[in-house]
């Protein structure tokens, strides 16, 4: 019996479950959205809002506990940067999950992870990168 015994397993050993974790919320965080299983994306919305909050501190320590959680450091910057000054007067929820389809292979429930204002952030971002496509076929014309 499993009483009183919290977290997925993932059936995985430590190392690989962690690593797998920090892979999820290193990507989450690059992408600002993922698609992944219901219970992967269950079991990162605490970590990555977690990342957040520290990032909202915008201090030595949190950057520290941050990149002990993140190695990338490209990732972090763009936590500090762009991601936690959205949320500077919120105060939690700042993912949400979509349950979006069930995958062909095995029928795993399959789910979107995002930021709640992916939809305001995302459509700027398309347009500066179609921008600065067209910006470069015209300096090569």
Avoid: C, W
């Amino acid at each position: 019996m499993r009483h009183r015994v919290a977290g997925r397993l993932f059936g995985r050993t430590a190392n690989q479950r962690k690593a797998l974790l920090r892979g999820l919320v290193s990507s989450l965080l690059e992408h600002q959205r993922i698609e992944t299983t219901l219970a992967r994306a269950k079991a990162i919305k605490g970590i990555a809002e977690k990342m957040v909050t520290f990032g909202k501190q915008n201090d030595l320590h949190s950057k520290r506990m941050v990149l002990s959680y993140i190695p990338n450091r490209a990732v972090v910057a763009k936590l500090f940067s762009e991601i936690a000054p959205r949320f500077a007067d919120k105060n939690g929820g700042y993912l949400r999950i979509v349950q979006t389809r069930l995958r062909v292979n095995d029928r795993a429930p399959m789910a979107i992870i995002e930021f709640v204002d992916y939809e305001t952030v995302a459509p700027k971002k398309e347009k500066e990168a179609a921008k600065e496509v067209k910006e470069t076929k015209a300096a090569k014309a």
